[in-house]
C-alpha cells in the first residue's frame, strides 16, 4: 500500500511539472542602450513579450531511472572517498612503523659503533662481551636495517 502511494506521488508530481504555468518575459531596451529581462513589463509600458515554450514533458519512469542513477553514483562517490580515507589512513600508520623502526635501527647502529666493549646477555643469563667479528657483523645488519627503514 505505502508502494502505491509512494508511485502516486511520483505520477502527480511528474503530472504537475509537465503542466507548469507558462510564465510571460518581457524584453525591453532602456535609455542607456541596456537589454533587460524580466517576468515584470518596465514602468514605461514599451516592451516585447517574449514567448516561452513550457518545458517538455516529463516520462515518469525515465525520471525514476534518472534519481536511481543519481542515488548510486553519489554512493559510489562516498564509498570512494571512504576507501580514500582509509588508504590514506593506512599509509599514515605505515609511515609512523616505519619512522620508529629507521629510529630504533639508528640507536642500535650508534650503540654499537660507539661502544667496542659492547656486553650482551645470552638466553642462560650470563653476560659476555661480543668478539670484533661478531660486533661487525650487527654493524653491519643495523647499517641495512637503517638502509631499509630510513629512506
Known sequence: ?????????????????????????YKWVDENGQ?????????????????????????????RDEVQELIEQQQAAEQAELEAEQQARQAAEQEAVREE?????????????????????????????LTEEDRQQKIQEFQEQVDLYCQ
Open 35 to 63: 537589454t533587460h529581462y524580466s517576468q515584470q513589463p518596465p514602468e514605461s509600458g514599451q516592451a516585447e513579450m517574449i514567448d516561452v515554450p513550457p518545458p517538455p514533458p516529463i516520462n515518469p519512469d525515465e525520471a
Open 101 to 129: 623502526n629507521c629510529r630504533i635501527a639508528r640507536e642500535n647502529l650508534r650503540s654499537y659503533q660507539n661502544n667496542p666493549g659492547r656486553r650482551i646477555m645470552d638466553q642462560e643469563g650470563n653476560v659476555t662481551r
Open 1 to 25: 500500500m505505502i508502494l502505491n502511494v509512494k508511485w502516486l506521488c511520483l505520477v502527480s508530481a511528474a503530472l504537475l511539472l509537465s503542466f507548469s504555468v507558462h510564465a510571460q518575459i
